[in-house]
């Protein structure tokens, strides 16, 4: 599939909206290989304000979309770039090819081994009439964010 327009095995959905299944479930995705940053969004028009990560696709070369409901009612949804394995136990994950598209699935730390990785968070104020985020970039030491507000595109640059 082609973001936002994710395959069920019952429907496509559009993964931009909370509301288009009552079924709770994860989205995998695996970042493109020729871009170094990743970054994901998630706005909240009711209260104005969109939450939003950046990192380097080297540390985190994909990212979960998640979404919990219980009762027909939406109760989390969340946003997941990690090096954790992807919903198996570690025995598993050594016993099975658990790759994702060529990559694997988890990172494994040894005895003593050190190793750093970094994200950049951020909150900023959105106007009525947000409809998505277009791109996500770090220029300058800041973070320059461009998303669209009633069919027009703006640019917010956060130090």
Not at 22 to 45: E, Q
Not at 93 to 115: K, L, P, V, W, Y
Not at 125 to 146: A, L
């Amino acid at each position: 599939y082609h973001w936002p327009i994710a395959c069920f095995p019952d429907a496509y959905i559009n993964l931009r909206k909370s509301h288009t299944t009552t079924k709770s479930y994860v989205s995998t995705h695996l970042l493109d290989n020729h871009s170094s940053l990743g970054w994901a969004t998630i706005a909240n028009p009711e209260k104005n304000l969109m939450v939003g990560y950046v990192w380097n696709t080297e540390d985190y070369p994909w990212v979960n979309f998640w979404y919990q409901y219980e009762n027909d009612q939406l109760i989390g949804r969340g946003i997941e770039f990690a090096t954790c394995g992807m919903w198996q136990s570690f025995e598993y994950m050594m016993t099975h090819d658990s790759r994702f598209f060529g990559q694997n699935s988890f990172e494994f730390i040894d005895a003593g081994e050190r190793i750093d990785k970094s994200y950049r968070m951020f909150l900023h104020p959105i106007d009525e009439g947000f409809e998505k985020t277009s791109n996500v970039q770090v220029v300058n030491e800041g973070i320059e964010i461009e998303y669209v507000v009633s069919g027009k595109i703006q640019k917010s640059v956060i130090r």
